[in-house]
């Protein structure tokens, strides 16, 4: 799963996950991209998850690339303890997700296989989401002859 392999701090503060996504929200690599509806946080399990659902739906043909990165550790303090005694261990890494940004991209199938890959991916996820195509997706590069 995917986690950052060294942090400036060990243990992060919650936070909140205001307004639209500042970047991230075009296609940059392929056809067809996952994009989130809803502000949340994405755990590494989460876009494993959906990672595997994708490729095994495009029968490990194509391209995908992951477009976000879980670098916010999580804490959790295990069942039944007592209030106090400070944070607790890193339980798990998630990534904060703006509205507009892109999760997943892929490219390298028909049009038919993308979609559903990309849905079957974004069942896995906790957050609405929709598919985006680039404008010239699908279409060939077809010469004009005068």
């Not at 067809?32 to 043909?61: C, D, F, H, N």
């Not at 261990?89 to 049009?111: M, Q, S």
């Amino acid at each position: 799963m995917l986690q950052p392999k060294k942090t400036k701090y060990r243990k992060a503060f919650k936070g909140r996950i205001h307004g639209a996504a500042k970047g991230g929200f075009s296609l940059n690599f392929g056809s067809y991209g996952l994009k989130t509806l809803e502000p949340e946080r994405i755990t590494a399990r989460q876009i494993e998850a959906a990672r595997r659902a994708i490729t095994r739906q495009m029968k490990r043909q194509g391209r995908v690339w992951i477009r976000v990165f879980p670098d916010v550790p999580v804490s959790g303090k295990p069942a039944e303890v007592r209030m106090g005694k400070g944070k607790g261990a890193v339980d798990h890494w998630a990534a904060r997700c703006h509205p507009g940004r892109i999760l997943f991209e892929i490219d390298g199938v028909a049009d038919d296989v993308a979609r559903e890959a990309l849905r079957l991916g974004a069942a896995k996820l906790p957050v609405r989401t929709k598919v985006v195509t680039r404008l010239d997706a699908g279409v060939s590069h077809v010469e004009h002859v005068a």
